[in-house]
């Protein structure tokens, strides 16, 4: 469980962070439009970056503590395109960053490589160049480097951008077995990504959490707001200006169907089921927020 409590961040003038306040645990997705302060907060997190005020609370069964930099050890990230040593073959390579991340008995660290790379599924390509390894390999790599020192926590930036529908599916799974001792927080603005993985959420926006809660709590935050609506193509203009438009399908030629949020029921419209993308887009068009508080769920 890491607790963020009021952390604020500025650099020069401009509020990044704005009194953020988090209880991260499980798997925890935090997901905000861009430019909202997920990086920020990952760096944060992540020790490369120091605050302003607030403070960061870390509790595992291995330790408490208030001073993220005593629990670096204990926490792996994750980049989003983790590309180090390219020309290096991926032993080479999970070589040089066990000896920087202290394992000097040449025999430890190689069983441990050789662990890792098992976990991963990564064991057939050993002797493979990294620069020549598929994305999904490559993140799969990534994994395999943090684990070297089996931390208890994992930031992981972006978890499936560039990857393949096979890669996706793949990648989630792997993230979802090794999530069973650990926490994981995964960063994304891919509200699918966090759907299929995550138990719990946050939702960032200008530096400041809007809402913190399960999947389904968050797309309940939408009920009452969801409809379809069916329209000719021609019409999708004036239906973009009058509502926000989620969806849209082509039933055929003449006809759409158009997933929309909507405060009032439109003219014949059927209500739908709220879905995670529907109640994201609903906090984050403020829909339901009283001002400057988060919803509380
Ligand atoms: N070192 C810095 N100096 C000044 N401003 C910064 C710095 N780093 C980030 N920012 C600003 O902070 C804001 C939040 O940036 P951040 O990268 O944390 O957002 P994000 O949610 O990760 O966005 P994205 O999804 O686009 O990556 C942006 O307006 C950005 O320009």
Known sequence: MIQVRNLTKSYKYKKILSEATLNIEGIYGLIGPNGAGKTTLMRILAGLVSVNEGEILVESDKFQSKDLKSVRNNIGYLPQDFNMYPKA?????????????????????????????????????????????????????????????????????????????????????????????????????????????????????????????????????SSGLVWEIQAHPDHLPEIFKQYTVIDIKQQDYNLLDIRILSEQKPNKATPLKPTLIDGYLSIINGWGIEKDEPIKI
């Open 89 to 221: 073959t991926v032993f080479e390579c999970l070589e040089h960053i066990a000896i920087l991340k202290g394992l000097k008995d040449r025999k430890e660290r190689r069983n441990r490589i050789e662990q890792v790379l098992e976990q991963v599924n990564l064991l057939e390509a050993t002797k493979q160049k990294v620069h020549k390894l598929s994305g999904g390999m490559r993140k799969r790599l990534g994994i395999a480097q943090v684990f070297l020192t089996d931390p208890g926590i994992l930031i992981i930036d972006e978890p499936t951008a560039g990857l393949d529908i096979f890669e996706r599916i793949r990648f989630r799974n792997l993230l979802r077995e090794i999530s069973k001792d650990k926490t994981i927080i995964i960063f994304s603005h891919i509200v699918e990504d966090v759907e299929f993985l995550c138990t719990k959420l946050g939702i960032i926006k200008e530096g400041k959490v809007l809402a913190e809660g399960t999947p389904s709590e968050i797309a309940q935050t």
